[in-house]
């Protein structure tokens, strides 16, 4: 024993230690920048889906973000997490067509209603809304049909379920109690094993005279002994103002009809069969479920007089203890803290009170709140982890909710367009630019033939292509500034400015002075005296020579044009030689010449060997 305790001392220390373990990992990521930046953006992307749903601009980004911000912490204790507070709000808003922004206690109530009652929030709103019921106000309402079904020992998510599919009656009837009285007769029919609308055509016939009359007629005539089915008034009353009770009435006049046989099941008796066909036309209800609601009756009638109950158990109490009884080998038992007990005996542990099960099993029976069910059926394994995630993230969605941070996130948005915006002209569209490579392409192919280059045309085509983009983006850089005050209300240059002194904040500028050298052209260019008469340039001796190390070395014939020397011959005394070398020795020139020297094999006396 000694040693069973130890080791359970030792397993329960190592379980703290891991939770302590866990308690400092998950302070540490509050404070993590890079899980800070990321709740931001998911909260940010998050409310910014709520509100394209909602068919709106920014403008209340803020009062989303904080709603569900501040509901994540009491969703997580739950066994839930930030999307459980995401799809609460997309369903809600979805299911009711309105854009309503949830209050942050609500997303943990209707969170809880949902997992409690193994429904989802949107039908259980939709369902509470279609009789006039708040949304504020259908998880109360699911809390208290779920302790109605627990007080009687029967499912609570198949009652819950049977309220919801027939709220409509909520409408067409009257309910002692309103949702109250619904939720007992769901009660009452999910424990004999029916659906609640298997009375809506019963619940027809009785709320008209005529056929209330002829129905009490037929109860007569075929042997009923319920009074108030006999009395077309009262079962008009019933109909009316009290469902439930008329279902109840209709249950305990089916029980008359069964029997309990020699091997302890309850049947139909023989001579009884074609009388509750009968009587279950004249009602309008189906035979199965009236054959079903009379079993299920006379089971549980058996039950409650072969149990002697204390004199201190409410009706509820009893109803429960027999619906925890079965039948064996022609006696009640029930299952009791492990172990199956005699009907008799496990009353006898009950008076006495010296049993904790039998205890837990009073206690089961009380009312409790919609987060105390959530919560405990957890199980401990994930109600721990669900109690360390509330610490996760606290501070990183404190930061994401605030209205500084929104607004910043809406500023930068903004001012990413105004310099998108700046750019975005009619001189920098597509089209344009395709018109401006078209005009350089003509003019580069135009400039150079067979017949030798023309760099005058080929020179103005380039610099029309280069004044055309320096002067478009040159204009957009100017209206830059502008724009972006607009949209944020501070200037490019004033925030470079301000990010500049941010990084030399207690420094000194060690900065020197450094001559940048002036790059040596790759090309050798030589000239000869004029030997053509011709008023075009020629180009004459392409000797393919590299200047490299100054040494002249032989080179292949698909040598780079910018690394041969050029005999250049010039006629006219209007051509300034140095122009003509400046334009030779641009790059793209340079590219033009070679393209068009691969396709030539010899061009006027200009040859590639």
């Known amino acids: 024993m000694a040693e069973e305790t130890e080791s359970f001392m030792d397993d329960f220390g190592k ?32 409310a910014s889906k709520v509100i394209a749903t909602f068919g709106q601009g920014r403008e209340n980004i803020v009062g989303i973000k904080q709603a569900m911000a501040d509901a994540v912490v009491s969703v997580k204790a739950l066994g839930g997490s930030f999307q459980d507070v995401l799809d609460t709000q997309n369903n809600i808003a979805n299911t009711l067509g309105r854009n309503l922004v ?19 929030s949107s039908t259980i709103v939709e369902s509470f809304k279609n009789v006039g019921i708040s949304v504020y106000d259908s998880s109360k309402q699911i809390e208290g049909i779920l302790n109605t079904a627990r007080e009687i020992g029967v499912s609570g998510s198949l009652v819950t379920g049977e309220v919801l599919n027939n709220m409509d009656l909520l409408n067409k009837y009257t309910f002692q109690g309103g949702v109250d009285g619904l939720a007992k007769m769901a ?10 609308n298997a009375i809506g055509a019963t619940l027809d016939k009785a709320f008209n005279p005529e056929s209330a009359i002829e129905m009490a007629a037929a109860m007569q005539r075929l042997g009923a002994t319920q009074s108030d089915l006999l009395d077309p008034l009262r079962l008009m009353d019933l109909a009316q103002n009290d469902p439930a009770e008329l279902q109840n009435q209709i249950a ?69 203890i027999a619906n925890m009884a079965e039948m064996e080998g022609g006696e009640y038992k029930i299952q009791l803290g492990g172990d199956k007990l005699g009907i008799a005996e496990a009353i006898e542990r009950l008076k006495s009170g010296g049993d904790d099960a ?24 994930a109600a721990m982890k669900a109690s360390l995630s509330t610490l996760e993230d606290r501070i990183p969605y404190a930061i994401a909710s605030m209205r500084g941070v929104s607004q910043g996130q809406t500023k930068l948005m903004k001012g990413t367009e105004a310099v998108t915006g700046a750019f975005d002209t009619d001189a920098l569209s597509v089209k344009t630019i395709r018109n401006q ?3 350089l392409y ?68 060690t900065e020197t002075k450094t001559e940048t050298p002036t790059a040596t052209p790759i090309q050798t260019v030589t000239t000869t005296p004029p030997t053509s008469t011709n008023n075009n340039l020629a180009v004459n001796n392409l000797n393919t020579t590299t200047t490299e190390n100054k040494t002249n070395t032989n080179v292949s014939e698909n040598k780079n044009i910018s690394q041969i020397t050029l005999d250049i011959n010039v006629n006219s005394s209007n051509v300034d030689k140095d122009k003509v070398i400046e334009i030779i020795s641009r790059t793209e020139v340079v590219q033009a010449i070679n393209s068009e020297i691969k396709k030539l094999n010899t061009t006027n006396g200009l040859t590639t060997t």
Do not use: C, H, W
Not at 25 to 33: A, C, G, L, Q, R
Not at 104 to 118: C, T
Not at 187 to 195: E, G, K, P
Not at 362 to 376: F, G, I, R, W
């Open 358 to 381: 039998m205890q837990d099993l009073m206690d089961s029976a009380k009312p409790k709140t919609l987060e105390e069910l959530t919560k405990e059926q957890l199980g401990y394994t």
């Open 437 to 439: 490579f078209n005009d």
């Open 442 to 509: 003509e003019g580069v192919s135009g400039s150079i033939s067979q017949n030798g280059i023309d760099f005058e045309n080929l020179s103005d085509s380039i610099n029309k292509f280069g004044d055309y983009f320096n002067t478009s983006f040159t204009e957009s850089f100017k209206n830059l500034d502008e724009k972006v005050n607009e949209a944020v209300g501070y200037k490019i240059t004033e925030i470079l400015k301000k990010m500049d002194e941010s990084l030399n904040i207690g420094t000194k500028s």
């Open 187 to 196: 009660a009452q029919a999910v424990n004999l094993r029916i659906n609640v």
């Open 15 to 46: 379980k703290i230690k891991e939770v302590l373990d866990s308690v400092g990992e998950v302070f540490k990521s509050n404070i993590d920048p890079s899980r800070i930046t990321a709740v931001m953006e998911e909260l940010d992307v998050q």
């Open 252 to 320: 305990e006049m089916s029980k008359q009809f069964v029997e309990l046989n020699e091997k302890g099941q309850f049947e139909i008796m023989p001579g009884a069969k074609r009388q509750m066909k009968e009587i279950a036309d004249a009602m309008g209800m189906d035979i199965s479920n009236l054959t079903k609601m009379a079993i299920g009756s006379a089971e549980l009638e058996d039950k409650m007089s072969k149990i002697s109950f204390p004199d201190t158990f409410t009706e509820e109490q009893k109803t429960m």
């Open 102 to 120: 949830l209050a942050s206690d609500s997303y943990k109530d209707l969170y809880a209603a949902a997992e409690a009652s193994d429904q989802s």
